[in-house]
């Protein structure tokens, strides 16, 4: 396959996919009337050198850019609100996000509460708040930085309450990119460990979205696919990045976000405390925490599991297969095998399960999963 070429996949969002894809952004803008872009990135990418040229492309081109990048690795709602306000004071007319997750949840969490005034958790998903997503939002564009959460083609944003750290999900179809440029390019560079853990988040994605318990075999397949993209390229993006592994990699995280509309599961609600009580970087969270998810999933889906490890290449296709496969693709590209490896101790544990048990993933889990299951997962994975 030649990555080079530029190509193009509507699903539903158009995704401009190929390497200088990014190339085309100025002229789009251009196209669609605008000349006032907010950009939305992340600290780190605010200053790398990629990200300056983005920016100097759209000033050449005569637009008027303006940058927002004070938010949190794992998103709070005060970020979002001091994003509206850069919108509100610098009279902005459409929104860019640039990176990961965090800051593409970010822009499009500020793509809501522009034209949606009312406090950001009223339209909360889990409490029905999508029901309020009734007025216009501005035209939004991603570009993902990173090959992990697939954020640039998802229709939600998770932001945690700065107090209680309990994340909530804003969703509407609304909040759909309408353009994605994806290039493989600006994620060459990328460390090593981002790398790994970004594409173990990828990995999660897809298989939780396979096993999730609704019924939507579009999905299942676009899962498949992704498993073996992943399987096909991750060690190499890390130890030794091709345009070839990248882009396979970027293309492994879109397709788990677009799978994952089906549910998450397990995993996710182990991860997503740790995130928020300890400010663990989800990928790393999630990529943990996915050898012991998987297991606990493995009885009474036993055929699901078999597929997935005939998906992944494994010569015996059973759940334990596929989780000693976790367990040592974790050991090639770096990451822990233990929680305590990544500063959790076992008095945060209690806690811990508290807020995984309420958390929104685990609903589509397969099995049912109580309070006492992530205790004892949490437990098991110190």
Same mark, same amino acid.
């Given at each position: 396959?030649?990555?080079?070429? =530029?190509?193009?996949? +509507? !699903? ?6 190929? #390497? ?24 780190? =990418? ?10 100097? &492309? ?9 940058? !927002? ?10 970020? #979002?609100?001091?994003?509206?306000? #850069? ?22 969490? =500020? $793509?809501?509460?522009? +034209? ?8 909360? &998903? ?16 991603? =570009? ?16 945690? &309450? ?8 804003? !969703?509407?179809?609304?909040? @759909?990119?309408?353009? $994605? ?97 300890? &400010? ?8 943990? +925490? ?38 040592? @693709?974790?050991?090639? $590209? ?9 500063? $959790? ?23 049912? #999963? ?13």
């Amino acid at each position: 396959m030649d990555f080079t070429q =530029i190509r193009q996949f +509507n !699903f539903p969002t158009v995704i401009r996919f190929g #390497v200088g894809a990014v190339k085309e952004l100025a002229p789009y803008v251009a196209q669609q009337g605008f000349s006032k872009p907010l950009i939305v990135t992340d600290p780190v =990418i605010a200053e790398l050198g990629f990200f300056k040229q983005i920016v100097a &492309d759209l000033q050449r081109a005569g637009f008027s850019v303006e940058v !927002f990048s004070s938010i949190h690795k794992n998103p709070v709602k005060s970020d #979002v609100y001091a994003g509206t306000a #850069v919108w509100d004071a610098t009279g902005r007319d459409c929104l860019i996000g640039i990176g990961g997750g965090a800051a593409l949840d970010v822009a499009r969490a =500020i $793509v809501l509460q522009v +034209n949606h005034r009312e406090d950001l958790f009223k339209y909360d &998903d889990l409490i029905g708040g999508d029901v309020y997503v009734t007025n216009e939002v501005p035209h939004f564009i991603t =570009i993902p930085t990173t090959s992990g959460t697939g954020s640039e083609v998802g229709r939600s944003a998770i932001i945690a &309450d700065d107090d209680t750290h309990q994340k909530k999900i804003l !969703f509407s179809p609304k909040l @759909l990119a309408k353009i $994605v440029f994806a290039d493989p390019m600006l994620t060459m560079e990328l460390p090593a460990f981002v790398t790994a853990a970004t594409g173990m988040d990828a990995l999660t994605h897809n298989m939780e979205a396979y096993l999730a318990k609704n019924y939507h075999p579009m999905c299942d397949g676009i899962a498949l696919e992704g498993m073996r993209l992943v399987s096909e390229s991750l060690v190499q993006a890390v130890k030794n990045p091709s345009i070839e592994s990248r882009s396979k990699m970027l293309l492994a995280s879109m397709m788990g976000a677009i799978a994952f509309q089906k549910g998450l599961g397990v995993v996710h609600s182990l991860a997503h405390p740790l995130s928020s009580l300890l &400010d663990t970087h989800h990928g790393l969270a999630n990529a943990v +925490n996915i050898p012991y998810g998987m297991r606990f999933n493995i009885a009474g889906f036993e055929d699901r599991f078999a597929r997935m490890a005939q998906t992944l290449g494994l010569s015996e296709h059973s759940g334990d297969a596929v989780v000693s496969y976790l367990f040592d @693709l974790n050991t090639q $590209v770096g990451i822990p095998h233990r929680l305590r490896d990544i500063q $959790v101790k076992e008095e945060h544990l209690d806690t811990l399960a508290a807020l995984a048990f309420a958390d929104f993933a685990h609903p589509n889990n397969p099995k049912p #999963v109580s309070q006492a299951d992530f205790r004892a997962l949490y437990g098991e994975a110190l």
